[in-house]
């Protein structure tokens, strides 16, 4: 259904509170660009978010926005970006060689191919195995956030069941009770909800000691490093550190933004990469063959991948950037009106919550034309096959993925690289199709948007890479 609008779709929600939903380009940038400072985010929003994240550079608001986003900036510029991609590989690499030798020794196991010394054979690439890609997909991007933003390996790819792994399984796939904990949230202010008997609380408060006193080891491991002039890292910690414009609260809240908001977006749209692959399969082939043509083999453990190398490949950078326009992980966000403002021309009283709605703008046949709604790779290319970064969208805002402006996603080029090493190691060494042929996903709630107990495939080790 089409609502009619000039840019503004307003309504309301619970107990008739206003609502506005930010519905046209020229909408987006005032209130992401012109006007950004005087939309916020809601309190119920930092306070919940900010018991995992801390108050980091998502979260802080106004000059102190500012402050920590110009510190920070360094360590996010391509140019470092491009330092880090042998990281996203050898991790791709890790992960991908663990799932195979799942695969492989599942199928050894059910069609009883072991040797008489218990070795397996090698399984003929015809069977599959199952494999749940969503606990994967979160190993490794932890690992990676770990590793490239803090020097440190989680070593969850290995160990599943590491403490932090655990705790952020916990917070981020919470059971139906704490689900409904979380809706509380939108009828009971924050330090009443936060003092109720709810295991949920529980879970958050276990969560919160455990990632602070993680980020304040890091910090200390890393000062000592530094002050021995021993060390020559590149990562997000060491750069911050560099920059003096931390203290240790400060860094330890960067450093719980970037340990779950870094490894939870890009896990999510892992996910729902695959789920499109399952769908369209055809485009899962060319991509396979893309990747294998032009990046050396998983297998080989001395090559060396740069980024130019995975710049090069472009419909695979297509079919990422498509899978983020399609199913963006982050649904939708919340401002509030701050003072009393205007948008378009319009009034917005003080204290107006405006809805930002990525899965809403992302598709959108006004700014992506009558084929919005498909999962077409190809919009993303030029005619004689290279990138083309726009989509064919005449407009920035038609793209609200990372959002824009000042607030935009500080971390957009290290997602990308991640998110493009991961998906043409696993692409490139699976064929995987649904576990279930008519599976449907109920999205769970949540900051991001995930398939509700997971995405199941069945993998086929496709032999030569």
């Not at 054979?121 to 803090?150: C, F, Y």
């Not at 910090?219 to 414009?245: M, N, P, Q, R, W």
Request: net charge neutral; charged share 25%; proline share 5%.
């Amino acid at each position: 259904m089409e609502v009619p609008n000039d840019g503004l779709i307003r309504y309301l929600y619970a107990f008739n509170a206003e609502r506005i939903l930010i519905a046209s380009p020229k909408a987006l940038a005032e209130v992401l660009v012109m006007k950004n400072y005087e939309f916020i985010k809601p309190a119920q929003f930092r306070n919940g978010l900010g018991q995992l994240l801390g108050i980091g550079v998502l979260l802080a608001e106004g000059d102190e926005h500012k402050r920590q986003r110009r510190a920070l900036m360094p360590a996010f510029a391509y140019r470092h970006i491009k330092d880090l991609v042998p990281v996203f590989w050898s991790k791709a690499r890790e992960v991908t060689e663990k799932m195979t030798g799942l695969v492989e020794s599942e199928i050894a196991t059910s069609n009883g191919t072991a040797d008489s010394d218990g070795s397996a054979e090698k399984p003929s690439t015809q069977h599959t195995s199952v494999l749940e890609l969503g606990n994967w997909a979160s190993r490794v991007t932890l690992d990676i956030i770990g590793v490239a933003g803090m020097g440190h390996d989680f070593n969850a790819i290995e160990d599943p069941s590491s403490e932090l792994n655990e705790c952020y399984r916990r917070v981020f796939q919470p059971d139906r009770n704490g689900r409904r904990a979380i809706l509380l949230q939108i009828l009971l202010p924050f330090w009443i909800l936060r003092r109720l008997p709810f295991k949920r609380n529980e879970e958050i408060r276990e969560a919160r000691a455990l990632i602070r006193k993680v980020c304040l080891q890091l910090i200390e491991e890393k000062k000592a490093k530094l002050a021995s002039g021993k060390s020559t890292d590149k990562d997000i910690l060491s750069v911050a550190l560099s920059s003096g414009g931390f203290d240790d609260e400060n860094l330890i809240n960067q450093l719980m933004t970037f340990l779950a908001a870094g490894h939870e977006t890009t896990a999510s749209a892992m996910i729902w990469a695959a789920y499109v692959l399952c769908i369209n399969k055809d485009i899962q082939t060319k991509l396979r063959q893309e990747i294998r043509s032009k990046l050396p083999s998983i297998s080989d453990q001395s090559a060396t991948v740069t980024a130019e190398q995975i710049d090069k490949v472009a419909y695979l950078h297509a079919v990422c950037h498509e899978t983020l326009r399609f199913i963006p992980s982050v649904p939708l966000t919340m401002r509030i009106a701050s003072v009393d403002a205007t948008i378009l021309g319009h009034p917005i009283p003080k204290n107006t919550t405006l809805i930002l709605a990525p899965w809403a703008v992302n598709r959108d046949p006004k700014l992506w034309g009558a084929d919005a709604g498909e999962f077409k790779p190809e919009r993303w290319l030029n005619e004689d096959g290279t990138f083309n970064g726009s989509g064919g969208a005449d407009s920035n805002y038609s793209f609200l993925t990372f959002l824009h402006g000042p607030r935009s996603c500080i971390g957009q080029k290290f997602a990308l690289t991640e998110f493009a090493c991961l998906l043409a190691a696993w692409i490139g060494r699976f064929e995987i199709e649904f576990d279930d042929p008519n599976f449907d996903p109920d999205i769970a709630g949540g900051v991001t948007a995930k398939p509700r107990g997971g995405l199941k495939v069945k993998a086929k080790v496709v032999e030569g890479w």
